[in-house]
Structures are given as C-alpha cells and as structure tokens.
C-alpha cells in the first residue's frame, strides 16, 4: 500500500482523536471521583451541622441540557496537563479582561480550541487534495487552534480601549458624587446602577467588586482584579486612592480633580498626535487625488492652446 500525504494525514488525525479521547476519558474518571468524594464530604458535614443558606454571587444559574454538560466536561479537562497547555496562564489573564470570570467560560475556551483543532484539519481533508496538502493541514490545525485566542483577544482589546476612555468620566463622576455628600460605597452604587449605559465596562466590573466586598471581602480585596487585569496604571493609582479612602477616610474631592485634569491633558496630548498622523496622511491623498485634478484645472486650458497651434503650424 502506498503512504500519500491524504493517508498520513487521515492516520494522524486518527491518532491525535484517540489521544484526545483517551484524555477525555481519564479527566471524566477523574472528574467523577472527585464528585463522589465531595458528595461524600458533604453529606457527612450535612449530618454533623445544618445547612448554610448561599452567599450571593453575580454569576448567572446554572444552565441545563447538553451545553451544561460539555461545559462541566471541558472545565473537568482544564486541571489535565493538556488543559493547563491549551488554556495557558495567559489566555486566563485575556479571558477574565474580558468578562469570562467562571470556570465554565474557560471550559468552553478550551472546547472550542479542541473543535477547531480536529474540524478546521478535516474540512481540508474533505475538500482539499494535491502536492501541498500536508502544508494545508499543517495552516488549518494551526488556524484552528488559534481562532478562539484570536477572537477573545479582540474582544480584550476592545474592552481595553473602553476601559481607557470610560476613566476620564468614572473620575469625574466620582468626584461629583463624592462632592455632594454621598459615601464611597454610595458613589459606587449610583454609578452602578445609574451610569451603566456611560459606563458599560467599568459598572459591570464595579458590580462585581460590589458584590465580592458584600460577601466578605476587603476593598482591597475586591478591587484587585480591576486594578490588575487591563493593565493600566492610571486606573490601579484611581484604585488604590479608593482603597485609601476606604481605610483611612479624607477629603477625595481636590486629588480626584488633579487626576481628572491630568487624564484630560494626557487625553488632549494623544489627540494632538493622532491629528498629526492624520495631517501627514491625508497629504499622500491629497497628491494622489487633488493634484491632478489641480493640474488639469490649471493647465489644462494652455496644454490644449498649445496642441492647437503645434497642429495649425503642421498645416
């Protein structure tokens, strides 16, 4: 028998969904274990003490059905070693920038990195053949596998860019808000619930620092997440301020103006030098579209009396 690039291809698609089956099947044993114990755990601390009733938590209710079930076998899949590669420390970091706090958002991160990994490399052996074929497998499982980072790091991007132009406004309300008497736990909340459509990243990711400091948490504590994950410096300094407030007490309204008026300039600055790089764009367009128009308009007429009298000499 003859070993083609469609038959080695094929015999390696084979092999890496057996491996892959293979470890799914040993973190659904794992998985399962570990639930027996922890039914096991609970029931005998259920026998010994009643029940406490919940803490509240932001996060949606459970879903239910077979999308409930991929979800706990992926996020099963995610303490695996393959897990701890596919979902790597910093596709977690771009994942919780972008909202997806929960195990299970992770978990479908990682199921979607298995779908596109074993469908993008089939679909080029359904339809693709010839001398590069191997090469094309190669691109479609690399393609496959990167999509979803590429698509969640958009998203972390877009969600950077709003958190930068949310600050100015979240340091001006808060001064107002501070200015009028309310606390800072007040300030907060209005901004919350009042101000989400002005604020649609920084409310929600205040919502959620509400609610982990109502279950227990220290501001410090409960801010930590949004000081660190957008990697921005003028926003873990506006958090650290809060934190202080929060500790110590004081007037907040005078430095909450100096950094409003400092985000402004700097926000001014970059303007400026955006309307610099526009300016040295828009003169390579306009030589490329204007000037000739120009020249046509301004030498057209002495270019076509010019011709005339060359023709009226030949005659």
């Excluded at 470890?23 to 659904?28: H, K, P, R, T």
């Excluded at 001014?268 to 020249?295: D, F, H, N, Q, Y």
């Amino acid at each position: 028998m003859n070993i083609t690039p469609a038959l080695l291809g094929a015999f390696a698609l084979a092999a890496a969904a057996l491996a892959a089956g293979l470890g799914g099947a040993l973190a659904l044993g794992r998985h399962a274990r570990m639930q027996r114990s922890a039914r096991t755990l609970d029931h005998a601390l259920k026998a010994r003490t009643p029940p406490m009733p919940p803490l509240p938590t932001p996060d949606a209710a459970p879903r239910q059905g077979p999308l409930a079930a991929i979800d706990r076998a992926s996020a099963a899949w995610l303490d695996t070693p393959f897990g701890r590669v596919a979902v790597a420390d910093e596709d977690r970091r771009l994942l919780e920038r972008c909202g997806y706090l929960d195990a299970s958002a992770r978990g479908r991160f990682l199921a979607a990195r298995i779908v596109g990994a074993v469908g993008a490399p089939l679909a080029v052996c359904v339809i693709g053949h010839g001398a590069r074929f191997v090469l094309l497998l190669f691109i479609a499982l690399s393609a496959g596998f990167m999509a979803p980072k590429w698509f969640v790091r958009r998203r972390a991007n877009a969600r950077q860019s709003a958190v930068n132009s949310e600050l100015p406004m979240f340091v001006d309300l808060l001064r107002l808000l501070q200015g009028v008497g309310l606390s800072l736990d007040q300030s907060l909340q209005v901004m919350i619930q009042d101000f989400r459509s002005v604020l649609p990243v920084l409310a929600t990711e205040l919502a959620l620092a509400q609610a982990q400091f109502a279950t227990g948490r220290t501001r410090e504590q409960s801010m930590k997440r949004l000081s660190t994950s957008y990697e921005n410096e003028d926003l873990a300094a506006i958090v650290r301020l809060i934190v202080q407030v929060e500790k110590h007490g004081g007037a907040v309204q005078e430095p909450l103006k100096q950094f409003g008026d400092r985000l402004r300039e700097a926000r001014r600055a970059t303007l400026r030098e955006r309307i610099g790089k526009l300016t040295v764009k828009m003169t390579g367009v306009m030589v490329i579209t204007l000037l000739p128009a120009l020249l046509i308009i301004t030498a057209g007429p002495g270019f076509i009396a010019v011709v005339r009298s060359l023709s009226t000499l030949h005659r």
